[in-house]
């Protein structure tokens, strides 16, 4: 099974602040990463998808990156509404296991 | 609107049975696979089941295999998932997921969930 290490496990931030959270694979699944914002008692919600596209509706300062092995997700200036718990998924293969998750908290 | 209505959750003793329902609306169903995923309280998301658009094809997580079916019946718009032997590690809020539509998005995209159901939550306690 492929494993999904995430990082930070959790981060204080500021309005405003640049976020950047990892995904490392524990081997190369190309570009098969999403990643999904969860807001408590909400269900997830996709964000990014293959690695680097932008979902429909979802705002500009969000972006992915990354190939092979390792990935990233950035907020380029955090707003008040993304204060949430963040989450890698891969769809290389079955399972299509997640990270542990990113929660971002009021610094 | 797209949507998933998940329903079937509740209390169960150890060793019990429950089917969740996930209804779906708003698309076409028969164009997607459709997932379950879990959620324990207060932890991180766990895949636990994908069915294939025709339910010809099927797979689990290692925890649920072969405790857990999934299954679904494209003329009611509507994906199963049935839970025997629960053990108190099943607990969890149960999310159903919509796949990719497999006639537009090539596989070199692979698969997303969008959208998740509201969940329903399974409690599995003496």
């Known amino acids: 099974d492929i494993q999904m290490t995430q990082s930070p496990s959790s981060l204080s931030v500021s309005v405003r602040d640049r976020v950047t959270i990892t995904c490392r694979a524990s081997?190369?699944?190309?570009?098969?990463v999403n990643w999904y914002q969860q807001k408590p008692g909400k269900a997830p919600e996709v964000l990014i998808y293959a690695a680097s596209r932008l979902q429909s509706g979802v705002p500009s300062r969000f972006s992915g990156s990354g190939s092979g092995t390792d990935f990233t997700l950035t907020i380029s200036s955090l707003q008040p509404e993304d204060f949430a718990t963040y989450y890698c998924?891969?769809?290389?293969?079955?399972?299509?296991?997640f990270g542990q998750g990113t929660k971002l908290e009021i610094k | 609107q797209v949507q998933l209505v998940e329903s079937g959750g509740g209390v169960v003793q150890p060793g019990g049975s429950l089917r969740l329902s996930c209804t779906a609306s708003?698309?076409?169903?028969?164009?997607?696979?459709m997932h379950w995923v879990r959620q324990a309280p207060g932890k991180g998301l766990e895949w636990v089941a994908i069915v294939s658009h025709d339910g010809s094809n099927k797979k689990y997580a290692d925890s649920v295999k072969g405790r857990f079916t999934i299954s679904r019946d494209n003329s009611k718009n509507t994906v199963y998932l049935e839970m025997n032997s629960l053990r108190a590690v099943d607990t969890a809020v149960y999310y159903c997921?919509?796949?990719?539509?497999?006639?537009?998005?090539?596989?070199?995209?692979?698969?997303?969930?969008?959208?998740w159901g509201q969940g329903t939550l399974v409690t599995v306690s003496s």
């Open positions: 708003g698309f076409t169903f028969t164009n997607h696979a």
């Open positions: 997921a919509r796949g990719v539509d497999i006639f537009l998005v090539p596989p070199s995209m692979g698969d997303w969930f969008d959208p």
């Open positions: 081997q190369s699944i190309s570009n098969y």
């Open positions: 998924q891969q769809s290389y293969t079955t399972p299509h296991s």
